[in-house]
């Protein structure tokens, strides 16, 4: 019943959010973010703002995506 729970908990608390791009330079952030804000993508800061995670389902075409228009951090 336990074990239940937690996996309607999990599923219900949303998506699994993985690493985008991390150690991203603080004056590339908030590009990246206006652009995720733009697609309406959704995301999370981590690691001081220096991680964005976003859901693994988008991981792949939200990469490639950002890397063409604005270009991978450095």
């Known amino acids: 019943a336990v074990f239940a729970l937690m996996t ?3 599923m219900a608390s949303g998506k699994d959010y993985v690493p985008l791009f991390t150690n991203i ?3 590339q952030v ?3 973010v206006a ?3 733009e697609k309406n993508i ?3 800061l981590r690691d001081e703002g220096k991680t964005i995670a976003i859901p ?3 991981l ?3 990469q490639m995506t950002l890397m063409s228009e604005i270009g991978s951090p450095k």
């Open 8 to 10: 309607m908990l999990f």
């Open 25 to 27: 330079p603080s004056e």
């Open 30 to 32: 908030s590009s990246m």
């Open 35 to 37: 652009k995720l804000n």
């Open 42 to 44: 959704p995301f999370q």
């Open 56 to 58: 693994k389902e988008l």
């Open 60 to 62: 792949h075409s939200t």
